[in-house]
């Protein structure tokens, strides 16, 4: 079942947190190598280079050529009606975020946007909200816990799932667990919805990361590197936006 698979897989990821947090750091009167230390924060990179290796595997023989058929067969108006499909089955999941983070304002229009899209959208096939004066945001379980004052912990790349880190790996195991739908879906004793929207998820987002992933491939000298510096960059960016949030995004 989708939460037992998960309550499993978030038991190792506690595990990897705790021996991460074991790791050596350079010696302290080596100024050069502590500021490259703190600058990549990355004390897995060995175990990391390898997931990134698999996962590298798994995306060139299976999901950017998938995600390639699906951006060429696919019109862009199908795309957005997936794209506000799956943004409105999330909102839910947005809403509590807003609420932990202390954000009644955010938490309202969340909800007012899942009500009209809802009741007016085709079950959320169209986003009639955001063109109504009700823009889209999101917010995830990893900003709420870093609006808690919960640190980010060392850089992680996930199996399948890519960059990470452990605040924002037990943000998604919890996320799963707890998003309405996976519930109902768990209640009933089906799965094979929430395999599927997940899936529908992964491959809706690889489609539109095709280009901004091949032009940081094509562009660097070390993808891996590039890619770690690109991750740490937005994600940073998306917190300071749960922290101190100035519009919707």
Same mark, same amino acid.
């Given at each position: 079942?989708?939460?037992? /698979?998960?309550?499993?897989?978030?038991?190792? &990821?506690?595990?990897?947190?705790? &021996?991460?947090?074991?790791?050596?750091?350079?010696?302290? !009167?080596?100024?050069?190598?502590?500021?490259?230390?703190?600058?990549?924060?990355?004390? &897995?990179?060995?175990?990391?280079?390898?997931?990134?290796? $698999?996962?590298?595997?798994? !995306?060139?023989?299976?999901?950017?050529?998938?995600?390639?058929?699906?951006?060429?067969?696919?019109?862009?108006?199908?795309?957005?009606?997936?794209?506000? $499909? +799956?943004?409105?089955?999330?909102?839910?999941?947005?809403?509590?975020?807003? /609420?932990?983070?202390?954000?009644? !304002?955010?938490?309202?229009?969340?909800?007012?946007?899942?009500?009209?899209?809802?009741?007016?959208?085709?079950?959320?096939?169209?986003?009639?909200?955001?063109?109504?004066?009700?823009?889209?945001?999101?917010?995830?379980?990893?900003?709420? $816990?870093?609006?808690?004052?919960?640190?980010?912990?060392?850089?992680?790349?996930?199996?399948?799932?890519?960059?990470?880190?452990?605040?924002?790996? /037990?943000?998604?195991?919890?996320?799963?667990?707890?998003?309405? $739908?996976?519930?109902?879906?768990?209640? +009933?004793?089906?799965?094979?919805?929430?395999?599927?929207?997940?899936?529908?998820?992964?491959?809706?987002?690889?489609?539109?990361?095709?280009?901004?992933?091949?032009?940081?491939?094509?562009?660097?000298?070390?993808?891996?590197?590039?890619?770690?510096?690109?991750?740490?960059?937005?994600?940073?960016?998306?917190?300071?936006?749960? &922290?101190?949030?100035?519009?919707?995004?």
């Amino acid at each position: 079942m989708p939460r037992s /698979v998960v309550a499993r897989f978030a038991a190792p &990821l506690f595990a990897i947190a705790l &021996l991460a947090g074991c790791a050596t750091p350079p010696p302290a !009167d080596d100024k050069e190598a502590m500021m490259e230390w703190d600058q990549n924060n990355d004390p &897995l990179e060995p175990m990391n280079r390898a997931i990134f290796d $698999f996962n590298q595997a798994v !995306d060139k023989a299976l999901l950017k050529p998938v995600a390639q058929g699906y951006g060429a067969i696919m019109p862009q108006y199908g795309k957005d009606r997936v794209r506000d $499909f +799956i943004r409105n089955l999330r909102a839910p999941v947005v809403f509590f975020n807003d /609420v932990l983070q202390g954000q009644p !304002d955010r938490a309202m229009q969340t909800l007012m946007r899942f009500a009209f899209n809802t009741g007016f959208g085709i079950a959320g096939l169209i986003d009639v909200a955001e063109p109504g004066g009700i823009p889209y945001h999101d917010e995830d379980f990893g900003q709420t $816990f870093a609006v808690w004052g919960i640190g980010e912990g060392p850089y992680l790349v996930l199996p399948i799932l890519g960059p990470s880190n452990p605040r924002d790996g /037990v943000g998604i195991a919890t996320e799963w667990l707890v998003d309405p $739908f996976n519930l109902y879906m768990d209640h +009933i004793d089906r799965s094979w919805p929430v395999w599927t929207r997940a899936g529908i998820s992964g491959l809706e987002k690889r489609e539109r990361l095709l280009a901004p992933l091949d032009e940081i491939e094509r562009s660097s000298l070390d993808y891996y590197s590039a890619l770690r510096s690109t991750y740490r960059q937005n994600r940073n960016a998306e917190v300071k936006n749960a &922290l101190n949030p100035t519009g919707l995004r």
